[in-house]
């Protein structure tokens, strides 16, 4: 390991903290642009809605080794070769994101927005307020494709990082492998610590999201009353629609608390701020 980060001709360390640091701007930016683009599309009507889809759409179409050489004679131009920015700002939007957000956002709970409105929040209230935090499974899925996919990307910078202090780890993992010589020590142990980032992204975001819902659940049950017997309105974690729907199935026709529809106690997790509270109990 200590042969790895001492070898004067490959700088490992220097490699990686470029790709953290590449990987992650890059990540952040995706998710904040294509977000926003998605939700534009999705939510605010007005007249080239559609047009601007179909512009996003017609991208995806086009190879990318059609806009490889436009894209480095543009970074060449503004003299971005052998630097962070060349790496990252051209990979800040991604139109597949921009499209995998805007059919996210087309089945969003509408009624959690028009609470927002009743508060008086505008769209971009509503959305980092009330979007964004119910969104979150759907954004951490987007930000480990994104971060996965630039942190492995090779040809970009190769071709960009022309020095060696712009290097990312792909570019130096592959330095140790050549026509002459193979350095298999060390090409060995770059992989792993090649490998290593992606397992500290993944998997503890596996795991934090598959006891997310429970956890979640068992403050709503100390939280609410009766909350146990039916699952809270405002929690539609994967646990708590297997319990709604093994409540609905078990005991057809009785009305269950937490059922709007039966008149029952229910909690009521709409929007924003104060909309929450319990209905009365039914009418006799």
Do not use: K
């Not at 700002?89 to 009743?118: D, K, M, S």
């Amino acid at each position: 390991m200590r042969e790895l980060f001492d070898d004067p001709s490959v700088p490992m360390l220097h490699s990686m903290v470029n790709s953290v640091v590449i990987a992650v701007v890059q990540t952040a930016g995706v998710l904040v642009l294509a977000s926003l683009a998605g939700y534009g599309l999705a939510r605010i009507p007005y007249r080239h809605a559609n047009g601007v889809f179909l512009a996003i759409l017609l991208t995806l179409m086009v190879p990318a080794a059609v806009t490889f050489v436009p894209t480095f004679v543009l970074v060449s131009t503004l003299g971005w070769v052998s630097t962070l920015r060349g790496l990252i700002v051209p990979g800040l939007f991604q139109a597949f994101a921009a499209f995998l957000f805007r059919q996210y956002f087309l089945n969003f709970p509408r009624e959690l927005e028009e609470g927002a409105r009743i508060d008086g929040l505008n769209y971009w209230g509503t959305f980092w307020r009330i979007v964004v935090p119910n969104s979150r499974g759907f954004f951490a899925a987007i930000a480990t494709i994104t971060f996965i996919s630039t942190w492995n990307s090779f040809l970009w910078p190769l071709v960009i990082g022309q020095d060696e202090r712009s290097w990312t780890v792909q570019i130096a993992v592959s330095t140790f492998l050549t026509s002459q010589t193979v350095n298999l020590h060390e090409l060995s142990m770059a992989a792993v610590f090649a490998i290593l980032p992606l397992l500290l992204v993944f998997r503890p975001a596996a795991l934090h999201r598959a006891g997310r819902g429970t956890d979640r659940h068992q403050r709503l049950i100390r939280r609410v009353p009766n909350a146990g017997r039916f699952p809270p309105a405002d929690c539609w974690s994967a646990s708590c629609n297997r319990l709604r729907d093994h409540r609905m199935t078990s005991r057809p026709g009785r009305p269950e608390e937490g059922d709007l529809s039966s008149g029952g106690h229910a909690v009521v997790g709409v929007g924003f701020g104060g909309l929450a509270g319990a209905s009365g109990a039914a009418a006799t």
